[in-house]
């Protein structure tokens, strides 16, 4: 082979390539179709706008917005189970026993109920107590199960936001707002950052103490719901952080306690449960109206 054949074929290959490429790109215009690679899709998610808020649950009860409302949150959810022992998974308790304080409440009318999640769904710690702010409840509880490596450990347990946690929350909640924020009412950006401090801080007083009368309610209502030792506790918990908002955490009992977890994972188990909540919340409401 001569050095011009050698040349000639080097440059007619890709050309003649080229032109097998355009011939069937013509084709595929003309609307004759091509094969197309098998088991090749995409996958598009619809994904929130970066900053946004979640949507809000639905209010349920009385169409009067004059009654009171609880939103009530089942710990945990989706991909989070929370603590798991003897076959249970705190997420499936919680919302079992929330449903059954939601469906006891509005039983019983004069009421109005939300749940931050009612289905096996997951929400990040702010966004829990967020919904209870945007939608102008008058008490959050939230419910979990513990689990300890002592398997002794047992009883449900009311959690109060500890003091410590109160303070620097306080001090927090005025930045983090920027001002521009109400606490019972008072429009924050209109004061010196000297009465905002005043103002969060006699809120969050008011909080706590409304806080704690409902975890001394449950304490005095307890009846055949086995408490711990000491059933009043306090804690730095994200959820509870609110200077305006009366918020309480409710440990159900302990999954890792062989008793705990035979009374968690049976309907009348949660039901006790249930009606011990619902009945100190609708106690809680009748005297703040009588305030």
């Known amino acids: 082979m001569t050095r011009r054949v050698l040349l000639a074929l080097i440059i007619a290959i890709p050309l003649g390539l080229l032109a097998g490429v355009a011939a069937l790109v013509m084709r595929g215009s003309a609307g004759v179709r091509t094969a197309e690679p098998a088991g090749e899709y995409v996958v598009r998610l619809q994904l929130p706008d970066a900053g946004g808020e979640i949507g809000l649950p639905p209010v349920q009860g009385p169409q009067d917005s004059s009654?009171?409302?609880v939103v009530i949150d089942a710990g945990h959810g989706a991909g989070d189970p929370g603590a798991v022992g003897n076959?249970?998974?705190?997420?499936?308790?919680?919302?079992?026993?929330?449903l059954a304080v939601r469906d006891r409440l509005l039983a019983e009318g004069g009421i109005r109920v939300a749940m931050t999640r009612d289905d096996d769904s997951f929400l990040v710690l702010e966004e829990r107590a967020n919904i209870a702010r945007r939608l102008g409840a008058d008490l959050f509880v939230s419910i979990h199960a513990d689990a300890a490596e002592n398997d002794a450990a047992t009883g449900a347990t009311a959690y109060l936001l500890s003091e410590e946690g109160s303070s620097a929350q306080a001090e927090a909640f005025a930045e983090r707002e920027n001002r521009s924020v109400t606490v019972n009412g008072v429009q924050l950006s209109?004061?010196?950052d000297s009465i905002n401090a005043i103002l969060v801080d006699l809120s969050q007083r008011e909080t706590e103490a409304r806080s704690r009368e409902l975890?001394?309610?449950i304490v005095r209502e307890a009846g055949d719901v086995p408490l711990r030792g000491r059933?009043?506790?306090?804690a730095n918990f994200?959820?509870?952080?609110?200077?305006?908002?009366?918020?309480?955490?409710?440990e159900a009992g302990y999954i890792s306690n062989e008793a705990d977890a035979a009374r968690l994972a049976t309907g009348e188990g949660q039901r006790a449960i249930a009606d011990l909540l619902a009945r100190t919340i609708r106690i809680y409401f009748a005297r703040q109206a009588a305030l």
Do not use: G, M, N, Y
């Open 67 to 69: 009654r009171p409302l």
């Open 87 to 98: 076959d249970l998974r705190e997420k499936d308790v919680t919302l079992a026993i929330a």
């Open 190 to 192: 209109e004061q010196e």
């Open 215 to 217: 975890a001394e309610l």
């Open 231 to 234: 059933p009043v506790q306090s």
């Open 238 to 250: 994200t959820v509870l952080r609110s200077p305006d908002l009366p918020s309480l955490l409710f």
